[in-house]
């Protein structure tokens, strides 16, 4: 069973191997899934390249960001928890950061709870095959983060609201018994790399940190009236590298 799959054995293939790395070059790094917001980081001033991710699907660079005393970068992932994990494997192999600050969109569950407001999770259901592969079996990866990204945004008087979220893989298969059931154990949104994301940080002892904005609802019938915007929202970018200069100096 794929819930039985973790082991502590050594795996077979390390992203060491493929990216050698001469000196720590990174402190953070930002995960984003906007090629816009992407884009953006890229043209502001004094940042740069850093390095290069590769993948049969071309290259994807991680750009260092203009944030004084702290080096931070950022690279776009491609959607899904395999994709964004391995990413994250391979961004540490080659700058040497241990802390990471997921961005993205997510769908509702809740719009009561969720209208108007980021969404910061506490926990992460593992409806997904990567978490299997770096923790223990269980229904839900506790993200021990949230504290952080909470005081950030209250600092900055961002609004914004805790809660589960429901990672899939199965975008297409998200059907409303499994919502109904994941609302009743609170979760308020869906999304598809948190609960892998985290668990790769777990298992690895790095920091993870995320949040959320709400693109379309699942509540009474699917609505994808604000998608693009939650997607690509640059105000995202700021409250990332706001959270970046959060983070305590031992991280």
Known sequence: MITDSFSLEEPIIKPEMIYRRSE???????????????????????SKVVGTLSAASGKY??????????????????VGAPACGGFMEDAHALTGAESFIL?????????????????????????EGLSYHYLEKGDYV??????????VFASLKVPYVLGRTWTTDAFYRE???????????????????????????IHHNWHFYAFLESGDSLEEEWR????????HNALKLALAMETAKGLSIDN
């Open 103 to 127: 961005f993205g969109s997510a769908g509702t569950l809740d719009e009561d709870k969720t209208k108007g407001k980021f969404i910061i999770p506490t926990s992460a259901y593992r409806d």
């Open 142 to 151: 506790e993200l021990e983060g949230w504290r952080t990204v909470e005081k």
């Open 61 to 78: 660079d991680i750009i260092s960001l203009p944030i004084e005393g702290r080096r931070v970068g950022i690279f776009l992932s491609t």
């Open 175 to 201: 059907t409303r018994r499994a919502a109904e059931e994941r609302r009743a154990e609170g979760c308020i949104a869906v999304e598809m790399e948190i609960a892998g994301a985290a668990s790769v940080a």
């Open 224 to 231: 994808a009236s604000n998608l693009m915007g939650a997607n």
């Open 24 to 46: 720590k070059l990174l402190d953070v790094c930002l995960i984003t899934f906007s090629w816009k917001i992407f884009q953006e980081a890229r043209n502001m001033e004094g």
